[in-house]
């Protein structure tokens, strides 16, 4: 008995040690990309300033002198990826409850593997089927010169994101104890009322990490976006207006970018707030999970 709880302990002595390896080297991949880009693009910062790139709203960096600021792309980047989750939230939350707690055994063998092929297909096709149908769609149906806009790459956004939305919710409504469920069976309370109020302030923690995986994944998407999204440099006041995020201005400008030139070095700036966007927000929704549980556990 002895022997075998010494080969346990070592057994999780050494995964331990591999799950801590891993971790520690994920974490540095990430300081050395954000180190990387940051020396990259030092120059506009120090020449421009945080306050004069986020707020400006002119993009000429090849004129003399060059004007760089973002806002026009930062406004379009924050329409389309809020928009995109504000479409894709609820269904993917009502979609993994379904799945965790309503559906049928064969249904749900045939929605799981729908949902895993969705998340493999190119952002391109996406994109490509989004200008060919949806942007035809909102120029016949509404009479408009040109269907692109932000709310049509929201739209794609959100089919690309629901998936990923999804699977992670319902992984974390199933890792939830059993015993609640049967606890609740025993008195009685319908499933409904169990899997709103019970399961789901359970399961919040992972829910929301899905959320979050959602938003960066929009925040970042390229290709989806730039083929419908209308490519303007302007200030979009509206869902319904045409703008350019920050991930469609890398794409298109980065191969005509001289290397070593302002207007490279502006790119790899934007690039950076894009990261620290994606970080902002996991550190934002951690720091929320915290008080919620410093809450829970004080009642």
Not at 162 to 168: D, E, G, H, R
Not at 170 to 189: C, F, K
Request: charged share 10%.
């Amino acid at each position: 008995m002895q022997k075998i709880n010494s080969k346990q302990e070592f057994k999780e002595k050494i995964l331990y040690a591999l799950y801590s390896s891993v971790a520690l080297l994920s974490s540095l991949l990430l300081l050395g990309m954000i180190i990387f880009i940051l020396r990259e693009c030092w120059p506009v910062w120090s020449q421009v300033g945080i306050i004069g790139f986020l707020s400006g709203t002119e993009w000429k960096p090849l004129s003399d002198p060059p004007q760089i600021g973002i806002a026009a792309m930062l406004v379009s980047t924050l329409w389309v990826a809020g928009g995109a989750l504000v479409i894709a939230a609820p269904l993917g939350f009502g979609c993994a409850i379904f799945l965790a707690e309503f559906a049928p055994g064969v249904l749900a063998a045939i929605i799981r593997p729908v949902l895993n092929m969705l998340t493999g297909i190119p952002s391109v096709v996406y994109g490509f089927l989004g200008a060919a149908v949806l942007i035809k769609f909102f120029e016949v149906r509404f009479d408009l010169a040109s269907g692109e806009s932000l709310f049509a790459a929201s739209l794609v956004l959100s089919v690309m994101v629901i998936p990923f939305i999804v699977t992670n919710s319902e992984a974390a409504l199933r890792a939830v104890a059993p015993e609640y469920r049967h606890a609740s069976m025993a008195l009685g309370v319908s499933r409904q009322y169990v899997a709103l109020h019970i399961l789901v302030p359970l399961a919040r923690k992972g829910m929301l990490g899905a959320l979050v995986l959602g938003f960066g994944r929009a925040v970042g998407e390229t290709m989806a976006v730039l083929m419908v999204a209308g490519n303007t440099l302007q200030i979009p006041f509206s869902w319904f207006s045409k703008g350019e995020p920050l991930s469609a201005l890398i794409a298109l400008e980065l191969g005509s970018a001289t290397p070593g030139s302002v207007h490279y070095q502006a790119l790899f700036a934007a690039g950076l707030v894009l990261v620290i966007i994606v970080v902002a927000i996991n550190l934002g929704i951690n720091l929320l999970l915290r008080h919620l549980q410093k809450g829970a556990d004080s009642i």
